[in-house]
């Protein structure tokens, strides 16, 4: 359990700061969603194409600024701190996760 709380803080900070600076993809990841939701279906599969291009753009953001960090750490704590990166992605950021890994 010690290794699970190790880097929360960090994370946090980290996806606040995705949150924060990214709020016009995420906003546009929740109209494309309810825009495939939404769509006939003739149109259905270009639109959930457009929800999936928007969730690869956040998920690269996401995996580069884990990635980064994990950089600065020797190779035991950058595989703990990615695995409770990823574990706080699925939590928070949920369409992101899928692809994270």
Known sequence: MRFRNRFA???AAQLD???RDNASLLD???RAEAAYD???RD???ERYGDYLDLVAEGTQVLAGMRDRYA???DEPAAEEYEA???RAVAKRLRRFALELD
């Open 38 to 40: 939404g769509a006939p």
């Open 28 to 30: 546009d990841c929740a």
């Open 43 to 45: 149109e259905a599969e």
């Open 9 to 11: 803080s960090v994370v």
């Open 71 to 73: 950089s600065t750490l």
């Open 17 to 19: 700061l995705f949150e």
């Open 84 to 86: 409770a990166f990823n």
